[in-house]
């Protein structure tokens, strides 16, 4: 089946600085991507739709200039947490699809804690 | 928000079948059933969808109520690995989920 890749597995970063996530299907190419976020003891919240070749979209309440989404490529998309606080400590996830039967495959996650 | 109700935890004894259920009351015509599941600190994973007639695959069964207002994931045989979190979610637009609460399995030897 599609496999994702979630890159770094988790990161620790000091409070104002920003971090870079990458997601990347492996061995597919993927015009769409999503990203979740989930905290702890929580379930998963979508935060944005990444489109390759255009501006992504934003679920309600999630600050577009404080999570910058770059889809530049077919199997590449990029989540940048900018200037990040201690409550910006989540997991962070991706899917990918291949379009094929097995749908949406997520990825391994990220787990970012800001100190 | 979720469209979906599932039960908050469940318990099953390891070699039995487990049965979840799921409420989706308000699914539209388009929307599909989808399952997916957690285990602790990793990414959700694909099991199961359907859009009215009931599925069969190698890791579940999805059986859907005639008026689609509810859906059963059956696991044949739970093993100890199948501890997870199942999430139970209705989406017209495969990929971009509402996740619920979802039920925490838990299988004891």
């Known amino acids: 089946g599609a496999v994702v890749s979630q890159h770094p597995s988790w990161v620790i970063c000091k409070s104002g600085t920003s971090v870079k996530i990458e997601c990347r299907s492996l061995?597919?190419?993927?015009?769409?991507m999503f990203w979740y976020r989930q905290f702890p003891k929580q379930s998963l919240m979508l935060m944005a739709t990444?489109?390759?070749?255009?501006?992504?979209?934003?679920e309600q309440g999630v600050e577009k200039d404080k999570f910058l989404i770059n889809h530049a490529s077919l199997t590449l998309s990029t989540l940048t947490v900018t200037s990040a606080h201690p409550e910006d400590s989540s997991f962070y996830i991706c899917?990918?699809?291949?379009?094929?039967?097995?749908?949406?495959?997520f990825g391994s996650g990220t787990r970012l804690t800001v100190v | 928000d979720a469209k979906t109700t599932q039960p908050p935890s469940m318990d099953c004894a390891e070699g039995r079948a487990a049965n979840l259920p799921c409420n989706h009351s308000?699914?539209?015509?388009?929307?599909?059933v989808y399952w997916y599941r957690q285990i602790h600190s990793q990414g959700p994973q694909y099991i199961i969808h359907?859009?009215?007639n009931n599925e069969t695959n190698e890791m579940a069964s999805l059986i859907i109520t005639e008026d689609r207002k509810s859906s059963t994931l059956i696991l044949p045989h739970a093993t100890l690995r199948d501890t997870a979190v199942y999430y139970c979610?209705?989406?017209?637009?495969?990929?971009?989920?509402?996740f619920g609460a979802g039920t925490q399995v838990v299988v004891t030897p």
């Open positions: 990444s489109n390759e070749g255009s501006k992504a979209t934003y």
């Open positions: 061995d597919f190419q993927a015009t769409t």
């Open positions: 899917s990918a699809s291949d379009d094929d039967l097995y749908g949406y495959t």
């Open positions: 308000t699914i539209s015509g388009n929307e599909y």
């Open positions: 359907g859009l009215k």
């Open positions: 979610i209705v989406s017209d637009d495969w990929g971009k989920f509402q």
